[in-house]
């Protein structure tokens, strides 16, 4: 009949793949894949991993907004694919592209990035911006008082103190006072070990802060440390009661709570970031 009577082609089989489409081997396809190829069933991947099945089905299904914040997701996946003998640097960099491209990476809404404290009002940021500044002038006046009581009790025309103590010029008949005693001085880094005793703990660490270099990111099983080292150490913690950290060879208190928590451990001490 011509073109305009022409019938269009029927595709008997819709599971059929069109050309050009290609069958991308997304995160969740790779771990099913494996783990039906190994005869293990989710129940076992729970006991190993201490992940719930209801997580693990949201995983091997490719429901990631079923799943909680990046972080928390992310840790998942590298355990997962490592427990089935899996490359965990290369599962977690498939699946963070397949969660940017999820959540429209490049796109004007920008990527979703889960943080522990989040704001959206400007009075929070107009009155965050208030307390650094005035961090900063109490730092500058604690100095300033500090700098003039050394410059006092050194009195005119004489240098400050030394840190050293030097013993007495010991006389005739007297008895040695041994060797100078010197002051104490503060660690200019931190050696860090956490462990997780009895149940599992997921941790992040970077360096300095924040939004430093990811120093190491995995779930913390029983029997297991982690070693780290810096002069500035963030730590975040999902499940901190499970966690026991020592810093310096000395045991550090972690705050109970039920909700993750943000540490900043420096030479001066740990507290929350």
Do not use: K
């Not at 990631?64 to 490359?87: I, S």
């Not at 522990?116 to 730092?139: E, H, K, M, N, W």
């Not at 300095?208 to 990111?217: K, N, P």
């Amino acid at each position: 009949m011509g073109e305009r009577g022409a019938r269009r082609p029927v595709i008997d089989d819709p599971n059929a793949t069109l050309p050009g489409v290609v069958d991308v081997a997304t995160v969740g396809r790779l771990l099913r894949g494996e783990r039906e190829r190994q005869g293990i069933g989710l129940d076992q991947i729970q006991a190993e991993t201490h992940i719930r099945v209801t997580q693990l089905r949201a995983i091997e299904d490719d429901r990631l907004d079923a799943l909680p914040a990046e972080a928390y997701a992310r840790g998942f996946v590298r355990t997962y694919a490592e427990l089935l003998g899996l490359d965990g640097d290369q599962m977690v960099q498939t699946f963070n592209d397949q969660w940017a491209a999820a959540h429209g990476a490049g796109s004007d809404e920008g990527a979703v990035v889960p943080a522990p404290i989040a704001s959206t009002d400007a009075s929070a940021g107009r009155a965050g911006r208030l307390i650094v500044i005035f961090a900063l002038f109490a730092l500058a006046a604690s100095f300033a008082i500090f700098a003039i009581g050394r410059l006092a009790s050194s009195g005119p025309g004489q240098r400050p103190a030394q840190s050293t103590v030097r013993p007495a010029t010991a006389g005739p008949g007297s008895a040695s006072t041994g060797p100078p005693t010197q002051a104490v001085a503060r660690p200019h880094s931190v050696r860090i070990a956490l462990t997780a005793p009895h149940a599992p703990c997921w941790l992040q660490a970077r360096a300095g802060s924040g939004a430093g270099r990811v120093l190491t990111e995995l779930t913390l099983n029983p029997g297991r440390t982690v070693h780290l080292h810096g002069r500035r150490v963030w730590v975040r913690l999902g499940d901190p009661g499970n966690a026991r950290l020592r810093v310096n060879g000395r045991q550090v208190r972690v705050p109970i709570s039920a909700q993750p928590i943000n540490l900043l451990i420096t030479p001066h001490g740990v507290r929350h970031a």
